[in-house]
């Protein structure tokens, strides 16, 4: 199992030692607990559950806390489920950021910033109209259908509406270092979120 869970602290940049400055988005990954493991036997498939961040029971509802509970003695803010190889983990396992290495390519899955309502220009990068010359179009969308056939606005059309907060994953970024001791990932380049914001990391396997 190549995934963990963490948190995004923040930006900095890391000196090569060929003298180039590399940028980096610092991140806690784990250490996580394996909670529930589920076989294709009982459940139809294979998959581990993960927690990580741990919590008060104030925090968690009374379900949340009872189903950690069967598992673990620890209560965590964060828990998800990833598919597994059979018989791979079991519960009480704990998964730290040795299970990455310095070169490694990493998938990161965050939700983004939201940005409120945002118009045509902001959200989706339109020209606009003429700022001058007599001009009264300036930052709206301009048509958005015909008139009697379809009569109506297509889906999908590029509209105003709330910008940003959605679940995105940037792939194959760059794992710069590790630092086990204080369970801390320097990856390069930008990942989603704001800092203090909960992300999955996962090692890709495909390049």
């Known amino acids: ?4 869970l963490g948190r995004k602290l923040g930006m900095t940049q890391i000196y090569l030692p060929s003298g180039q400055a590399v940028p980096v988005t610092i991140v ?4 996580c607990e394996v909670l529930q493991v589920k076989t294709s036997e009982k ?12 919590v008060s029971p104030k925090h968690l509802n009374k379900p ?28 009480g396992n704990i998964l730290t950021v040795e299970i990455f290495q310095e070169g490694d390519s990493l998938d990161i899955t965050g939700q983004s910033k939201g940005k409120g309502f945002a118009g045509v220009m902001k959200r989706h990068h339109f020209r606009g109209g ?7 179009f300036h930052r709206e969308p301009g048509s958005i259908g015909s008139s009697a056939y379809p009569s109506r606005v297509l889906k999908n059309k590029k509209l105003p509406g709330h910008m940003g907060d959605k679940r995105i994953t ?21 990942i989603p979120g704001s800092n203090g914001s909960f992300v999955v990391v996962n090692k890709n396997t495909i390049s």
Do not use: W
């Open 43 to 54: 459940e139809g498939y294979s998959a581990a559950q993960i927690g990580y961040f741990p």
């Open 130 to 136: 003429d700022a001058t010359h007599g001009s009264m």
């Open 170 to 190: 940037v792939k194959n970024l760059k794992l710069i270092a590790v630092k086990p001791e204080a369970n801390l990932l320097f990856i390069k380049g930008a």
């Open 28 to 31: 806690e990954a784990g250490p």
């Open 64 to 91: 949340e806390r009872g189903h950690q509970q069967k598992y673990a003695k620890n209560l965590y803010r964060y828990v998800r489920e990833f598919k597994v190889e059979e018989n791979t983990q079991a519960p």
């Open 1 to 4: 199992m190549k995934t963990l």
